[in-house]
């Protein structure tokens, strides 16, 4: 399982749509707080408009959640289903126990690809505020981390679900 957690990840980080990935993830990123600086003066803004504030969880929140987590979960339903396109997975699944160490592999490249979409989110979108001048109040940290956890089990669901559907399917429209 190991090997074929080392084979996915650098599969992984070797294919040009994980660099697109993370482009349109930095993109995604950083329109969400471009869009607060330029309508700061709204009455939907975050106080005054020439030192706009939030919360460290109303930052993460909307960062994360404007659909960088949705993207790595199709990201991971088309690495995998990329597999039984290309029948590379033909042989790793014939071999004993070769399914369920692809499964738990699997498994384990879509927690690792969460969790780095996370921890990349969280840092680009704490300089992309920061950058653009916004003051970022002081959150508790089990706060910050009830949250960044229930995106990471929210998304890494749905994404294991999407791979299961690509496994059992083999396509990846379906997923």
């Keep these: 399982m190991l090997s074929m957690l080392g084979s996915n990840l650098y599969r992984l980080?070797?294919?040009?749509?994980?660099?697109?990935y993370a482009l349109v993830c930095v993109l995604l990123i950083c329109m969400e707080?471009?869009?607060?600086?330029?309508?700061?003066s709204s009455s939907a803004s975050y106080g005054?408009?020439?030192n706009p504030t939030m919360t460290a969880v109303q930052m993460y929140g909307g960062a994360l959640g404007?659909?960088?987590?949705?993207?790595?979960?199709?990201?991971?339903?088309?690495?995998f289903a990329a597999d039984f396109k290309t029948k590379s997975i033909k042989n790793v699944l014939q071999a004993r126990g070769g399914r369920v160490s692809y499964a738990l592999a699997a498994a384990a490249t879509v927690l690792i690809v969460h969790v780095g979409a996370i921890v990349a989110g969280s840092v680009v979108a704490g300089a992309a505020y920061q950058a653009l001048g916004f003051a970022i109040a002081e959150s508790?940290?089990?706060?910050?981390a009830l949250l960044l956890c229930q995106f990471l089990l929210?998304?890494?669901?749905?994404s294991l679900i999407a791979v299961l559907l690509v496994f059992a399917t083999g396509n990846e429209t379906l997923a």
């Design 13 to 20: 980080v070797k294919t040009r749509l994980a660099w697109a």
């Design 154 to 158: 929210v998304s890494a669901a749905y």
């Design 48 to 50: 005054d408009p020439l």
């Design 140 to 144: 508790s940290a089990i706060d910050v």
């Design 33 to 40: 707080p471009l869009v607060w600086f330029f309508t700061a």
């Design 66 to 79: 404007s659909g960088v987590l949705f993207l790595a979960s199709v990201y991971c339903a088309v690495f």
